[in-house]
């Protein structure tokens, strides 16, 4: 994993009140919610919520909603208190409010895993139990759920050799990875390598500074001025967000044909980019299974009683040795199987994506007929 983390090791084995929510500004300390006081019942344990991104971004549209979905199918009494910030800082501070308020569980997507630390261990000495989701949060966790970030990376890989054809021999590529400061960047690297390494030349490799698009933007833009326009056969993009910057730094300095980029996370934008030809794939995250397993692991936790039963083996963190996980598996969409998987899943309509402007294009992958 980044920060000198390793991978995590991975065991798999057979293992038998009203919302209210609080979006925390960059720069401010979440305050009270819920009433009175933040601790719930035996039976309504009040839980913590905390997410690297709102808004518009994936954890905003989706995590979240189906979070706070679950939790209230669960245990409707439960209060709930959700915070969002891509700030690290911002978030150990909205961390360590509520442990200060006393919620009772917390499920946490963390910004930087090791800047975190001293929090979540700070909740564990408070006695309120920790659910890393998505990213593997450093410190004395209870249970953790994700997607298989090596499986990710190897989808990656896998569809960019098979896009890049004749040129998957020895053929020149970019890797855009994510932030070090998330261990799942890491993993997400390794797993696409394992496929990569000694079938084409990695001509650059770039991790991007806080996920952030631009950043990703200024590498590729630096990559095509290194490498030259017509020397790049291929794009490993970590996620969506920055397959997007990658294609529009490829239209900037007017590469052409754009060479095939691969993302990750199903952004309804990057949907349209495959639909157009600009991107070739992405992978597709069903977010339901993962928002329930953490549900169900904090609302357990929060009763005083085990995860076994919900988790599907154990990972090791750098810190922590055993930890029950549910680990699901990524799907790989390209043009060909959009209708079956974020349509037939519901994650999109065929309206969504088809705007006027690919109309055209949607009739030609089959998705308008």
């Known amino acids: ?74 245990c409707p009494d439960c209060p709930t208190t959700v915070a969002a910030t891509p700030d690290p800082a911002v978030q150990r501070q909205q961390l360590d409010a509520m442990i ?22 700070a909740a564990h000495r408070a006695g309120i139990p920790v659910v890393a989701y998505d990213r593997l ?8 759920v994700t997607f298989d970030g090596d499986t990710v990376g190897k989808l990656q890989g896998e569809a960019l050799l098979k896009a890049m054809g004749a040129k998957a021999r020895g053929g ?18 390794r797993g696409a390598l394992s496929v990569l390494k000694g079938k ?7 991790d991007t500074v806080g996920w952030r698009p631009e950043n990703a933007f200024v590498n590729m833009t630096g990559a095509i001025s290194a490498l030259g326009a017509g020397n790049i ?18 239209r900037a300095t007017e590469v052409r044909p754009l060479p095939p980029v691969t993302g990750q996370d199903a952004d309804l934008a990057a949907v349209r980019r495959i639909v157009r030809g600009d991107q070739y794939m992405t992978v597709y995250k069903p977010f339901k299974p993962a928002a329930d397993a953490a549900a169900e692991m904090a609302i357990a936790l929060g009763r005083g009683k085990t995860v076994e039963s919900i988790a599907t083996g154990t990972v090791d963190s750098p ?6 996980a549910v680990l699901l598996p990524a799907i790989s969409v390209t043009v060909s199987n959009i209708k079956d998987t974020v349509v037939k899943d519901g994650m999109y309509t065929i309206d969504q994506i088809c705007t006027p402007k690919l109309r055209s294009a949607c009739d030609k992958a089959g998705l308008t007929r």
């Not at 200060?100 to 261990?121: C, F, H």
């Open 1 to 74: 994993m980044a920060l000198g983390a390793g991978l995590p090791a991975v065991k798999r084995r057979s293992l038998p009140r009203a919302s209210v929510v609080i979006m925390v500004a960059a720069g401010l300390v979440l305050a009270g919610a819920c009433g009175e006081g933040g601790a719930g019942s035996d039976d309504s344990p009040s839980i913590g919520v905390l997410l690297p991104g709102g808004g518009a971004s994936r954890f905003g549209q989706f995590d979240r909603p189906l979070i706070e979905k679950k939790l209230k199918q669960l």
């Open 100 to 121: 200060t308020r006393g919620v009772d569980v917390l499920i946490i997507a963390a910004v930087a895993p090791q800047l975190l630390r001293p929090s979540v261990e």
């Open 137 to 144: 949060a450093e410190g004395p966790i209870s249970g953790y």
């Open 172 to 189: 020149q590529i970019v890797m855009m990875n994510g932030a070090t400061i998330d261990p799942n960047a890491g993993w997400f690297k």
């Open 200 to 206: 084409v030349k990695i001509g650059k490799s770039y």
């Open 233 to 250: 056969d291929g794009v490993l993009a970590a996620n969506d967000s920055l397959a997007g910057a990658v294609i529009s730094a490829l």
């Open 319 to 324: 810190t922590t040795k055993d930890i029950p």
